[in-house]
């Protein structure tokens, strides 16, 4: 970590020909279960990881805000005032900052001064890890300690929603951001996006570990599909407040769902609602088979749930279903599942440690065979969420 921060102050002395102030890191996410529950106000249990985005800032004396990332050279220094509002061209990384700043602005907060910062991820790009919330939740830590705004965790939070809707254009859940900013190490957070109650719960794996397997599939189309799914399923809510007073498909469970499941205009409907619904109640299940060390039963809930995204949600695809079936099948493994919004990026797989290398040698191998190229593997470990490190130079 300390070789990490040295690169990033030099690369910023080399952009600014200055010192930078201060140390930041925000993590990305996994999610164990609860897959596309969030925008339908329902439950999820993600953790924030080891891998994630580092940054060193300092303030500037005018308005200007001025970026840099290793992982960008191409695109150089970004520059703009911080409360310019018009959009960078193209797919800047620049405008998440933008968006996080306008978010931020929304809430009363003022900016009278700009900053510099030099940032370096290591969530592999595209990977569904959540790169874009973890940029996000670094802009709203280096905001808060540069300006010294006492901005609630939870605002940051908001504010990193708002700016992939508003600003970005995805219709995502809080999921991700909610991960980031609150998570802690070696704790997932279970947590009701309908209530915003959240519980740290402890996660005792034993001699089990989770393993991250990337497709390293670019994920074309993934934000269009996004909106579909979020779309599909206020449709589906629309629908059956004919028959029952819903403001979220989390609010059923799945007796009440099936009930009323014929009511739905289309087989499309009911599909996508009925993963929705029953996701959430695995959700709930699998939380308590945690709490109680039954990682058998945590295994198998995750198996159902890629099931349910594969054939009722269809974010899967061949890459990901690949990954996870031949996982599925591997001694030691308890289960194994997509993780994130789908269509490419991660799947996880609940793994003895003595197994791991097996695991990689049967799904490289067959992932290589069905798709052509090689996947990725990581040993997931949980970290701290977003958060300012300390002075440059202590
Ligand atoms: C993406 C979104 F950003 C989350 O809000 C969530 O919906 C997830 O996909 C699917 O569970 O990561």
């Given amino acids: 970590m300390t070789e990490i921060y040295e690169e990033l102050i030099h690369v910023f002395k080399k952009q600014f020909h200055h010192e930078p102030t201060d140390k930041f890191f925000s993590p990305g996410r996994i999610n164990l279960i609860g897959e596309h ?16 985005t580092y940054g060193v800032a300092s303030q500037r004396a005018d308005s200007l805000v001025k970026l840099y990332s290793t992982n960008f050279p191409d695109e150089g220094v970004i520059s703009f005032d911080v409360n310019d509002e018009e959009k960078l061209p193209g797919s800047s990384w620049g405008n998440f900052v933008k ?16 900053f510099e910062l030099v940032i370096n991820g290591n969530i592999p790009n595209g990977s569904g890890l959540s790169s874009s919330s973890s940029l996000e939740l670094l802009i709203g ?28 254009g995805v219709n995502t859940g809080i999921m991700d951001q909610f991960a980031i900013g609150f998570g802690e190490a070696d704790q997932a957070i279970y947590l009701d996006t309908n209530t915003m109650i959240y519980e740290m719960v402890p996660i005792h794996l034993g001699d089990y570990v989770v393993v ?15 909106n579909e799914r979020v779309r599909e399923t206020q449709e589906a809510v629309y629908q059956l407040q004919k028959y029952t007073p819903i403001q979220y498909l989390g609010e059923l469970d799945a007796k009440t769902f099936n009930k009323y499941a014929d009511k739905l205009e289309s087989n499309i409907l009911v599909k996508r609602a009925r993963h929705a619904v029953y996701e959430n109640e695995r959700t709930k299940i699998a939380v ?32 990901l279903d690949t990954l996870v079936e031949t996982a599925q099948t591997v001694d030691g493994v308890l289960g194994a599942r997509m993780t994130g919004a789908g269509f490419g990026g991660c799947a996880i797989a609940l793994v003895h440690q003595d197994n791991v290398d097996d695991l990689k040698a ?13 996947p990725s593997f990581y040993v997931a470990n949980v970290g701290d969420g977003a958060h300012w490190v300390g002075k440059v130079g202590e």
């Fill in 141 to 168: 830590v280096v905001a808060q300690k540069l300006y010294d705004l006492k901005i609630p965790r939870l605002q940051l939070v908001a504010s990193g929603q708002r700016a992939e809707n508003d600003f970005v």
């Fill in 99 to 114: 968006g996080v700043l306008q978010a931020l602005r929304g809430y009363g907060n003022r900016f009278e001064h700009g």
């Fill in 362 to 374: 049967a799904v490289g191998a067959k992932y290589e065979s069905v798709v052509g190229y090689d």
């Fill in 288 to 319: 308590e088979a945690l709490k109680s060390n039954d990682l058998a039963s945590f295994g198998k809930l995750m198996n159902e749930s890629h099931q349910s995204l594969k054939d009722d949600y269809a974010v899967t695809g061949i890459e």
């Fill in 212 to 226: 991250i397997m990337n497709t390293n599939k670019r994920r074309e189309l993934a934000d269009s599909k996004y």
């Fill in 37 to 52: 529950t969030d925008y339908n106000g329902g439950h999820v249990f993600p953790a924030s990881i080891t891998l994630g």
